[in-house]
C-alpha cells in the first residue's frame, strides 16, 4: 500500500530564513503526481505546488520549490525568505494512477517574526 | 468569481442521526471531491464526483454516501453516525475529472457527533 510519512510535526523558524519540509512516500508504481498543500489557521486549504513524477526538473513556483528524488521516493519543500503568512499546516500529498489521492499527517510550520 | 462554498459551516449531532452536508463549486468545476480531517487520521479522501457519477472512492464504509447534481453542486450523506464521524469534512472542486487537476477547498464543515 502506498504510504506517505512527514517526520516533522511542527517546526519553528524565523522570518525570512528558508526552511525545508521533508516528506517521503512508499509506492511500486512509476507515474504518479505528488502536492503540497497549505491550510493556513481557520482558512481553506490551498495547493502550493504539484509535481509529475515522470518530469526530471523540480516544481517552483514563487518561493516555494520542491526537492523531488524520485529513487528515494523523497519529495522536499523549500520556502525561502519565509514570511508571517507561511504559517500553516502542510501537507503532502501522493496521488496515483488510480486518481486515489493519500495525504500526509502534515507539518506545523510556525513563521516567528 | 466565488469559491468553494460549504453549508453548513458547524453541526452537532446524535449518535445514531444521520448526517446531510452540502458542497457548492465553483462556477464551471465539475468535479466535486470530498475528505475527511481528524487529528488522529488526518485527511482522508472519501469520494469523487463528476458529471454526476461517482468515480472514484475512498476506503470508508457504506454508511458515507454522496451525490453530485446537474448543477454540479454535491451532498454528502453520513448515516448512523458514530462518535469517530466527528471531523470537519472538506469539499474540493476542479475543472476535470482526474484529480491531478488543481482542487479548490472550501471552509470545510465542522461535524461533532455527542
Known amino acids: 500500500a502506498q504510504t506517505v510519512t512527514q517526520s516533522q510535526p511542527e517546526m519553528s523558524v524565523q522570518e525570512a530564513e528558508t526552511v525545508t519540509l521533508s516528506c517521503t512516500y512508499d509506492?511500486?508504481?512509476?507515474?504518479?503526481?505528488l502536492f503540497w498543500y497549505k491550510q493556513p489557521p481557520s482558512r481553506q486549504m490551498i495547493l502550493v505546488i504539484r509535481?509529475?513524477?515522470?518530469?526530471?526538473q523540480n516544481a517552483t513556483e514563487n518561493r516555494f520549490s520542491v526537492n523531488f528524488q524520485k529513487a528515494a521516493k523523497s519529495f522536499s519543500l523549500k520556502i525561502s525568505d519565509s514570511q508571517l503568512g507561511d504559517t500553516a499546516m502542510y501537507f503532502c500529498?501522493?496521488?496515483?494512477?488510480?486518481?486515489?489521492?493519500?495525504f500526509g499527517k502534515g507539518t506545523r510550520l510556525h513563521i516567528l517574526p | 468569481k466565488a469559491g468553494v462554498t460549504q453549508t453548513p459551516r458547524y453541526l452537532i449531532k446524535t449518535r445514531g442521526q444521520q448526517v446531510t452536508l452540502s458542497c457548492s463549486p465553483i462556477?464551471?468545476?465539475?468535479?466535486v471531491s470530498w475528505y475527511q480531517q481528524t487529528p488522529g487520521q488526518g485527511l482522508q479522501f472519501l469520494f469523487e464526483?463528476?458529471?454526476?457519477?461517482?468515480?472514484n472512492k475512498g476506503n470508508f464504509p457504506g454508511r458515507f454516501s454522496g451525490r453530485q447534481f446537474s448543477n454540479s453542486r454535491s451532498e454528502m450523506n453520513v448515516s448512523t453516525l458514530e462518535l469517530g464521524d466527528s471531523a470537519l469534512y472538506l469539499c474540493?472542486?476542479?475543472?476535470?475529472?482526474?484529480?491531478?487537476?488543481?482542487?479548490?477547498f472550501g471552509p470545510g464543515t465542522r461535524l461533532t457527533v455527542t
Open positions: 462556477s464551471g468545476h465539475r468535479s
Open positions: 464526483y463528476f458529471s454526476e457519477t461517482q468515480r
Open positions: 474540493a472542486s476542479s475543472l476535470g475529472a482526474a484529480l491531478s487537476y488543481e482542487q479548490y
Open positions: 500529498a501522493f496521488m496515483n494512477r488510480d486518481d486515489k489521492i493519500i
Open positions: 509506492t511500486s508504481e512509476s507515474n504518479y503526481y
Open positions: 509535481q509529475e513524477a515522470y518530469k526530471q
